[in-house]
């Protein structure tokens, strides 16, 4: 219209491309894991983070060449759909969903590390897609389910250590990594059996350390033994 400024956009038939040179993305990846070997004491955790990064790291190294090591957004839509043939080395079927979210969800801690430490100059954690699916509903097994799961315990190699280890898991709600990072110390019973343990779990807001603590929160709080609950 006469006597108004015109502001006229234009369309790019050759638009930029966001890319990221990942000639060096593995060894990057590899300085992320190295970081968490000397900040935290748990290393089987970094062990885990090293497995899930190690499914992209092998995706990478398959098609970095093929697109002369850049990386675009939509590559990482592709991971995804390759991400989703991918089987287990241990059961032979395809990755679970939560597998598969955990690995973008190391993925996109690995890049925020790197841009916070100065490695790349932005934020890639934007371009990483969400794992296809969702986690799956979970339901909790009845008493005869457990009790075959402690007879079975009991043919064990070690069915005194494989029993208490299922009792603490079963009696106490304790996952896996807290029972085998459990130390007689941290046990104490009382002269009726009953007792409570001291739990180093995982990491909370409430508990930065995931120290042992008897203050409430599910990663650090004293949980009960009730009588005869390890036999």
């Not at 491309?17 to 060096?24: A, E, I, R, W």
């Not at 790291?57 to 090591?69: A, F, H, L, Q, Y």
Request: contains cysteine; charged residues 20%.
């Amino acid at each position: 219209m006469p006597g108004y400024p015109v502001d006229v956009g234009t369309i790019s038939r050759a638009p930029t491309v966001p890319s990221l040179d990942g000639t060096h993305l593995t060894w990057l990846l590899d300085q992320y894991i190295t970081a968490c070997y000397a900040r935290l004491d748990r290393r089987h955790t970094v062990v885990g983070y090293e497995i899930r990064l190690r499914y992209f790291t092998r995706w990478w190294g398959e098609v970095g060449p093929s697109c002369g090591w850049l990386l675009h957004s939509h590559d990482l839509e592709t991971f995804e759909h390759w991400l989703r043939e991918v089987r287990s080395s241990h059961s032979g079927e395809r990755l679970a969903y939560n597998t598969r979210n955990d690995v973008f969800r190391r993925l996109s801690t690995a890049l925020r590390w790197a841009y916070d430490h100065g490695y790349v100059n932005r934020d890639y954690t934007s371009w990483l897609p969400k794992a296809d699916g969702a986690a799956p509903k979970r339901k909790a097994i009845g008493v005869p389910a457990l009790e075959r799961l402690l007879h079975a315990g009991a043919g064990s190699t070690h069915p005194h250590r494989d029993q208490a280890m299922l009792a603490m898991m079963m009696g106490m709600g304790l996952r896996r990594a807290e029972v085998r990072c459990l130390e007689v110390r941290c046990l104490v019973f009382s002269e009726d059996g009953s007792g409570y343990a001291n739990v180093v779990g995982k990491k909370t807001a409430a508990n930065p350390s995931g120290a042992n603590c008897r203050s409430s929160g599910r990663a650090t709080e004293a949980i009960a033994v009730q009588p005869g609950a390890v036999a």
